[in-house]
């Protein structure tokens, strides 16, 4: 008898909210990002279940207060938070417009090219770390009739009241996910 590999084909995923419904359903214990933090000697990680419990947590927060298309600002440092808003906002099926927070020692020049994002990308939700509120705020005077623009708290968004309402969005390969501005 001779010994035979069978091959299998590698699973095809459209989108990546498809990608990570199978992966937390057949490998949910499974780390999907591990984080480095301060020289390599801390590090914090997730899974692939715990991935896809909090985005669709957050996404379907995201779902009664957006619709399909919209763009939500994301104003989070590096870590595992900002990977979970990103992946809430394909779950949503909104499109992500990530930039970095202000930092403490420069906000107006911060706020001024987040203004700048703003209008031009015609966000409707600035989902950022419940601390940055008070650094944001001034983002809101920018809302308009025609233009709607509301804070959300990451830990509002990410909470036990939103679990099962989750509505999986009609997006495809070719659907706008992120809009990404250089400096």
Same mark, same amino acid.
């Given at each position: ?12 995923? +459209?989108? !990546?909210? +498809? ?8 490998? /949910? ?7 480095? *933090?301060? @020289?390599?000697? &801390? ?26 298309? &919209?763009?939500? %600002? ?6 595992? &938070?900002? #990977?979970?808003? %990103? ?9 992500? =417009?990530? =930039?970095?927070? /202000?930092? /403490?020692? @420069? /906000? ?5 090219? !987040? @203004?700048? $994002? ?7 939700? #600035? ?17 308009? &009739? ?6 959300? +708290? ?5 909470? *036990? +009241? ?7 969005? *009609? ?6 996910? $992120? ?5």
């Amino acid at each position: 008898m001779v010994n035979q590999r069978v091959e299998t084909p590698a699973a095809h995923f +459209e989108t !990546l909210v +498809e990608m990570l419904a199978a992966r937390s359903s057949r490998a /949910p214990g499974k780390t999907v990002y591990r984080i480095l *933090e301060a @020289r390599e000697q &801390d590090e914090t990680s997730i899974t692939y279940g715990a991935l896809h419990r909090r985005s669709c947590n957050i996404a379907a927060y995201l779902q009664r207060h957006t619709s399909p298309g &919209d763009r939500v %600002l994301l104003a989070y440092p590096t870590g595992i &938070d900002f #990977i979970c808003a %990103l992946f809430a906002c394909f779950q949503a099926g909104l499109v992500a =417009v990530p =930039v970095c927070p /202000p930092r /403490p020692g @420069r /906000p107006d020049l911060a706020l001024q090219k !987040l @203004r700048a $994002i703003c209008e031009q990308s015609r966000l409707s939700v #600035i989902l950022a770390p419940g601390e940055l509120g008070p650094a944001l705020e001034p983002l809101q005077t920018l809302a308009t &009739d025609a233009f709607a623009l509301r804070f959300v +708290e990451a830990g509002q968004a990410d909470s *036990e +009241e939103t679990l099962g309402q989750w509505i999986p969005p *009609e997006i495809h390969a070719d659907t706008l996910a $992120i809009l990404q501005y250089t400096s």
